[in-house]
């Protein structure tokens, strides 16, 4: 808006007033679009001729980090077994309910491994 004219004003264009009604004339006319025949045609050879490419490199970084943590939860588990054998399997004292909820975790991780190592098994 230019700085002289007030907001309440319509805009006043400079354009030829036979233009107007040309243009709604126009925008009026419903369009009429049409498919090719041989539209699905050129589509399919045209997908067969570019060859599938991979953005990135597949990465394995979930499953590196289970084989990790599963020794790690190997390792806490050998050096809790001397002192939950001590004490009653049976009876829950903390030292043991930990020793369960570990091991229960490296048969979960074991399991999920075991799915991603041998695609038949999915």
């Known amino acids: 808006m230019r700085p002289n ?17 040309a243009m ?12 090719p025949g041989d539209f ?7 997908a067969q001729a570019q060859p599938v490419k991979r953005m990135q490199p597949q990465t394995h970084y979930g499953q ?3 084989w990790i943590s ?24 903390p030292l043991v309910l930990l020793e369960y909820i570990l091991i229960a975790q490296m048969l979960a991780l074991a399991l999920w491994l075991g799915t991603r190592s041998f695609p038949g098994t999915r």
Request: hydrophobic share 55%; aromatic share 2%; charged share 15%.
């Open 40 to 46: 699905a045609a050129r589509m399919a050879r045209m």
């Open 70 to 93: 599963l020794l790690v939860l190997a390792v806490v588990v050998a050096v809790l077994s001397p002192a939950t054998t001590a004490a009653n399997p049976l009876s829950p004292t």
């Open 64 to 66: 590196a980090a289970a």
């Open 24 to 35: 709604l004339e126009a925008l009026e006319v419903k369009p009429n679009p049409a498919i």
């Open 5 to 21: 004219e007030k907001a309440d004003q319509p805009m006043q264009h400079d354009a030829d007033p036979a233009l107007y009604p």
